[in-house]
């Protein structure tokens, strides 16, 4: 007899085991000889090795389907518990990088957010360069997310620097947290497209998704993590070198930024400026270009963009 405990990461267990435990007894039902026993998403399983492994893949089928659908009854547990093939899922979205909240299919929808995601299935430490409402955060937020859920990594760490206009963060009320929360809104925004608001609170609770203010990151080392350093063009040079060189063991980094909107004071210079210059030629690092056509906002978004470059571009050449 073998034992072992899973956890199912959904969102709601009284809507995936169904009123009454429902949809539960009827999963329990296809394994007559394995003991299942069942604590909010912890599954605890006795029985052969090979009743486990059988029933692991098929549970997961079954998680998928609610993540993707929002919700499952007992039709969809008779047709996934008890098939013989494990090939039963709709896979019209096999490009869907997670399944948000409700079913939402989120997935990289343009040629350099689709770029992003192979670099970083091929590298460990990638920069999404790129105007305003290119999805350069919200296809790095996927991206980490899915991880976690694929249990690739233990954490997902979130970073920003907080550009200070007039006040001093130490002055501001409440904690750390609470005085970097407008600064990591954004972020915030995309997590809980992506995650059940009880999921994601609770992982804000027990620090599987962190709020690491870039300045005060110094020291440590980021292992089994997931790394997002978001607006890295108001990071200075030396700040972006100390969030880099805190990767560790078993680490994804993401930097994304828009080295057109560089808020830094004029005697300080953009890291991600210099990070483009010093790190484009190293093995396991690539820079991803987005432009006007990733833009995913209102079609507005691209005409102000193309009209400010062209602005810029004539302040150039004067």
Do not use: C
Not at 43 to 64: A, M, N, P, Q, Y
Not at 75 to 86: L, N, Q
Not at 131 to 150: C, E, I, Q, W
């Amino acid at each position: 007899m073998s034992e072992k405990v899973v956890q199912i990461d959904i969102g709601s267990p009284l809507e995936f085991y169904g009123p009454g435990d429902a949809n539960l007894n009827l999963i329990k039902s296809f394994f007559p000889k394995l003991k299942i026993i069942v604590r909010g998403d912890y599954v605890k399983l006795v029985g052969t090795e090979s009743d486990i492994i059988t029933f692991e893949k098929r549970l997961d089928l079954l998680v998928l389907q609610f993540e993707k659908f929002g919700k499952i009854n007992e039709d969809v547990v008779s047709r996934i518990m008890g098939e013989e093939k494990e090939t039963d899922i709709d896979s019209s979205n096999s490009d869907a990088l997670v399944y948000g909240r409700h079913g939402k299919v989120i997935k990289a929808l343009t040629v350099n957010q689709k770029r992003m995601v192979d670099s970083s299935e091929k590298n460990d430490l990638v920069f999404a360069i790129g105007p305003a409402g290119t999805g350069k955060t919200y296809t790095a937020v996927a991206l980490a997310v899915r991880a976690l859920k694929n249990k690739e990594i233990k954490k997902i760490i979130l970073a920003r620097p907080a550009i200070e206009a007039g006040e001093n963060l130490g002055f501001l009320p409440g904690d750390m947290k609470d005085k970097m929360d407008p600064y990591l809104q954004p972020l915030y925004d995309a997590l809980r497209d992506m995650l059940p608001t009880q999921k994601f609170l609770s992982y804000l609770e027990d620090d599987t998704i962190e709020i690491a203010p870039l300045a005060f990151m110094r020291g440590r080392t980021l292992s089994n993590a997931y790394a997002i350093l978001d607006e890295a063009q108001n990071a200075s040079e030396s700040q972006l070198k100390m969030f880099l060189t805190r990767m560790g063991k078993s680490s994804k980094f993401f930097v994304t930024g828009d080295i057109t909107q560089i808020d830094l004071p004029k005697q300080k210079q953009s890291g991600l400026l210099q990070a483009q210059k010093l790190l484009k030629d190293i093995k396991g690092i690539e820079f991803v270009y987005l432009d006007g056509r990733d833009v995913v906002r209102h079609k507005l978004v691209t005409r102000i963009i193309e009209a400010y470059n062209k602005t810029d571009n004539k302040n150039r050449e004067s």
